[in-house]
C-alpha cells in the first residue's frame, strides 16, 4: 500500500523528457526507479547524459534543491542569444577570480549567466590568441549552451554552436567597425 502511494505521488519530471542538471547540462530522464540506500527506499530520477557517456541518479524529493529544472522557453533562449549580442564586460581582475566566476556562472545552470561567459571569452579570428584555461572555460560554456539551445530547437548541438557562433561573430564585426569608425573620426 505504501508503494502505491508513492507512486501516485505528481513527479516534477517525466520519462524521456530532457532537463538541465546544473552542473553537468542537459540530460534526458530515461527512467524513474526506486533503490534501497541505508535501509530507506528512495524514488530516483535516471538522468543519462549521453554526450558525457554518464547517468546520474537524482532523489525525486531533492531534484528542486540540487536546482535540476525543465529546458529553458523560447524566451529565455531569446534573452540568451540577445545577451550574446551586448558588449563583452571584462573585469580588470585577476583572472583566477574571474575564472572562479565564469566556472560559478557555468555550473549554475541558468542559461542567460552562460550566455554571459560566452559572450565575454569570445574571440574572433582577427583577436589576440586565449589563454588554454580561458579556451577550457569558453569551450564548456559554450557546449553547455549550445546544448541547451539545441534541445530546445530540436537542432543537433553542431547547429547550435553554428547559431551562436555567427551571432557572435556579427556581433565582433559590427564592434570592429564601429570602432574603425571612431579612430577615423578621431583622425579628422
Known amino acids: 500500500m505504501a508503494a502505491k502511494k508513492k507512486t ?21 530522464i530515461t527512467s524513474v526507479e526506486e533503490q534501497e540506500i541505508a535501509g530507506a527506499t ?7 547524459f549521453e554526450k558525457d557517456k554518464m547517468t546520474l541518479r537524482v532523489p525525486t524529493a531533492k531534484s528542486e534543491s540540487v ?13 540568451a542569444m540577445k545577451t550574446l549580442k551586448g558588449r563583452a564586460r571584462v573585469k580588470r581582475t585577476m583572472w583566477s577570480r574571474r575564472a572562479q566566476e565564469y566556472e ?8 542567460v549567466s552562460i550566455a554571459e561567459v560566452v559572450r565575454d571569452l569570445f574571440r574572433s579570428d582577427r583577436q589576440p590568441e586565449q589563454s588554454y584555461s580561458e579556451r577550457q572555460l569558453y569551450e ?10 539545441a534541445a530546445v530547437k530540436k537542432l543537433d548541438d553542431a547547429g547550435a554552436v553554428a547559431e551562436i557562433e555567427e551571432v557572435l561573430e556579427a ?8 570602432a574603425e569608425k571612431e579612430m577615423e573620426e578621431k583622425a579628422a
Open 8 to 28: 501516485a505521488k505528481k513527479l516534477a519530471f517525466k520519462t524521456n523528457e530532457f532537463v538541465v542538471y546544473p552542473s553537468h547540462g542537459v540530460g534526458r
Open 42 to 48: 528512495l524514488e530516483l530520477y535516471v538522468i543519462d
Open 67 to 79: 536546482g535540476m529544472r525543465k529546458l529553458s522557453d523560447t524566451p529565455v533562449v531569446d534573452q
Open 104 to 111: 560559478a556562472k557555468i555550473n549554475s545552470g541558468d542559461l
Open 140 to 149: 564548456a560554456a559554450l557546449d553547455r549552451m549550445a546544448r541547451e539551445i
Open 171 to 178: 556581433t565582433s564585426r559590427k564592434a570592429e567597425k564601429a
